[in-house]
DNA sequence: GATGAATGAGCGTTCATTCAT
DNA sequence: AATGAATGAACGCTCATTCAT
């Protein structure tokens, strides 16, 4: 019987993300959305409110990652932005390896989402004035950049022990890594 | 599929594996059980026998998989050998992208899988061969090989288009590509 | 039908049984009373307000109903009146299967309801002038008439057809049509 | 951890349409289907396998009617065999008065369902024999008798003591009573 | 050894009801 | 007085697992 104010909705929206982004990374992207709702102390009309689907948690955890580098790339008009950014982008893709099965679930169920490309618009001009600066190797394009992060979740997805991420994230780069800085710092 | 036919202990594996094989392709490695068994055309109990779990079914094929490997292996001591077993092993990548999903599993409920020693023992003599042969850069080691084979999965379990794994597999190995041979025929 | 305009409780009441009225006619009784806010453009709260149950919404359609027939009852004193209030009378039947469905929820949760009572008042007068008049065979009793009513539900309700509502009514009163002249203009 | 016995499965089915036939009976066609597996002391997953919806269970049940009727139709080849199919069709109108909101549901999803069709045809012989005896007005067609037998399911379902419900059958015969010799023994 | 029906915990979803604003 | 978000019990349904035959 304990109602909370109808007034935390803002409130509440931001415990479930929060919520669903912890369990996504703990338990998988599977784990049982009545779990999300309780984690963040909400009922569970009200997470199906806010996110109808699960799919909409996870997409509205994307968009807060894209804030994020959307606020990199507005701040830092220099030649060192894009390697924030990667960096930034690797980060998101060591943390929330869940959705590699949001992925696998969106190849069966397709959505209509237009993240890879607003990534690509996000990284275009970062990515140029980093390599006419000549930090970044010229031939690599933006296209390399996503298949990279891409191949950056497989190497993580199957590495067995967890705390390792970062580091095979690493060495995964650094397989190709003569043409991109990744890792000095 | 279903068979009617008089079903021994040894023909019932046999179809188990093969309709799970075609299963967790097209239906994703979280397809019920149920309709594996039915696939197969053998009792809910007797799939139950054969693999006590989801996971030991996945290892089946990986058991395979690796007997296909081993017969190359086997069979070739020249210094192609090891383009050839290359070329396969990206192939079961390709054909079983529901792995990954095994993968993720498997990294919550841990559990004691020699399949990459194995796959590195398979590997080593090959590759060696091949590196002396001067096919192969000199600097690759087996262990750069397994990183490279998942983050193949990576790039092709992210694809929206399952038409184009292919073509992501190569163009994912395409960017390490002075180092190794692949897709030169 | 949602209304933006600063909405006083009468016009909300009003609103809210235009509502009702339509979507239990369409989607039937037990249709969401959320569904029914929505469409009045009324907050959940003020349907709570002025309609506390599900069935106070039925019966204070059913008193609208009430007052249409009261409204033919007064202002027609000749012989004709009779038919005139069985024609609305039947129509109104037609026109709000879904009550049929409260009359059953009814059944199991039993309330007060003076409505049957009212209506053989309404009609005892009409039903004896038309009588006298040798409009109506002079055996039929009001309470005939009741159960003949509640006979046209169960001819309408279980009609497949929609569109099928009036003719149904129209041959289930002919079944007894002797005595009722019905349907003759 | 109690399991009954794999091939109880015929009387689970027994015991599910008996329970469905009490439940629908007592607390609406609307009951949980949970509330019937638990009296027939089945499992949910077992009600499921033999009625994967509600509306299977009621057909199921309009199956067992039918079967009686057909047996009455098959072993009475005089003229009164056609009372007894009446009385008996009207008898279970009166025990099911819940299927009205089968029916109700039914308009809103519709099913293909040929069991008025069914009932015409059993029903067509019988009548001509006890029309051609004298005994039922000739006049009256099997889909008059449709027609009425809907008729009372609106007087019964619109009856607010249940205990009334044989009595307001036989009346709402008798308004149509000179043509058929319902009530009669 | 194979079968497939039975089981029931657990999931996603709905919705009547409450209440801070 | 009106609002509409929050609540959580309850529902239908799924499915891994068991076991009498």
Redesign the interface.
């Known amino acids: 019987m304990s109602t909370e104010s109808p007034s935390s909705a803002a409130e509440n929206r931001e415990a479930l993300l929060a919520s669903a982004r912890r369990l996504f990374a703990a338990?998988?992207y599977?784990v049982a959305l009545s779990a999300i709702a309780r984690d963040a102390g909400v009922g569970q009309g009200s997470l199906y409110r806010h996110f109808p689907t699960r799919l909409d948690l996870a997409l509205a955890i994307f968009e807060e990652n894209f804030t994020v580098l959307e606020r990199i790339a507005a701040s830092d008009p220099g030649p060192g932005c894009f390697l924030r950014l990667w960096r930034r982008l690797i980060g998101f893709t060591v943390e929330s390896?869940?959705f590699?099965?949001t992925?696998?679930d969106?190849?069966?169920q397709?959505v209509d989402y237009r993240g890879p490309e607003r990534l690509v618009g996000l990284l275009s001009g970062p990515l140029a004035r980093a390599q006419e600066a000549g930090l970044v190797d010229p031939a690599l394009t933006v296209g390399?950049l996503m298949?990279?992060q891409?191949?950056?979740?497989?190497?993580?997805?199957?590495?067995?022990d967890?705390a390792a991420a970062s580091a095979?994230a690493v060495?995964?780069l650094e397989?190709?890594d003569e043409r991109l800085a990744w890792g000095e710092d």
Not at 150 to 160: C, D, F
């Open positions: 338990r998988g599977h390896t869940a590699v099965e992925a696998v969106a190849r069966r397709p390399d298949l990279l891409r191949m950056v979740y497989g190497a993580i997805v199957t590495e067995v967890p095979v060495r995964a397989l190709v």
